[in-house]
């Protein structure tokens, strides 16, 4: 009788509420998550402050959650946790203007080329565009490669895409709206597009990043190239996926 009456109450083994318990067992998403944001990142940002910010997105994710939506509550608290983590990066404004302008103009560059090829260009192409030689194309892929790195994360947030399983499906944490159902799965459909245009290199950075979820020295070891080159191509898909569901979605 007495172990009925906790049931009912909402209680879980340990003495645990359901709220407790689902903080509690999903903590390693928290730091999984702030794992992932925090590579190329500078030394400056405080891994120890995004922990932080990550856990009280848990903490909110976990007050909030309905679990009749027919969401899981893992793929819930990974959007609530990540908008969490990104505000509190935004809120620091870590990356300096001079970066986030070179990472912009990059993306409009291959923007740019993209409409009037009708493909993706090439490195040369892109470097051309800008007016530089391509080893210093290189280099400023390099130079804003940790602002890409946490763009791609906003660009996730920004149309609620799920990526912990993969590139294989869209949330809504926010929605039971059925046609919200539709524009997510029209999203799905111009974002696989945006990955089949990749070039065969890039496309296979972003699925092992993403997918296989190995960090970026453990695919530079797989291509059989540096760390930094591996950076370098992440960069440049994440420019093209932006350019490209920015033209699909009509986005300026």
Request: hydrophobic share 40%.
């Amino acid at each position: 009788m007495r172990q009925t009456k906790a049931v009912a109450g909402g209680s879980r083994p340990g003495g645990l509420s359901a709220r407790e318990q689902l903080i509690t067992e999903n903590v390693d998403l928290v730091h999984y998550i702030v794992g992932r944001i925090a590579i190329g990142l500078p030394d400056k940002v405080d891994r120890d402050d995004l922990i932080s910010a990550g856990l009280l997105g848990l903490v909110k994710a976990a007050d909030r959650f309905d679990k009749g939506r027919g969401i899981k509550f893992r793929t819930y608290a990974s959007t609530v946790v990540r908008g969490e983590i990104m505000e509190s990066l935004r809120a620091k404004d870590w990356a300096p203007r001079s970066v986030r302008r070179k990472a912009r103009e990059v993306a409009a560059a291959v923007a740019g080329l993209e409409a009037r090829l009708h493909r993706a260009p090439t490195d040369v192409e892109i470097a051309d565009s800008l007016e530089i030689e391509i080893d210093e194309y290189y280099v400023l892929l390099s130079e804003t490669s940790a602002a890409n790195l946490v763009s791609l994360d906003e660009l996730i947030d920004e149309w609620q895409l799920d990526v912990g399983g993969g590139i294989d499906r869209l949330t809504s944490a926010d929605s039971d709206n059925p046609a919200a159902v539709v524009d997510r799965e029209a999203l799905f459909a111009c974002v696989a597009a945006a990955v089949e245009r990749l070039p065969e290199r890039e496309q296979l950075v972003i699925g092992l990043y993403y997918q296989e979820e190995l960090t970026l020295q453990e695919i530079g070891d797989v291509l059989g190239v540096t760390e930094s080159r591996i950076c370098q191509i992440h960069t440049q898909a994440v420019a093209r996926l932006r350019a490209s569901l920015h033209r699909e979605l009509g986005i300026p």
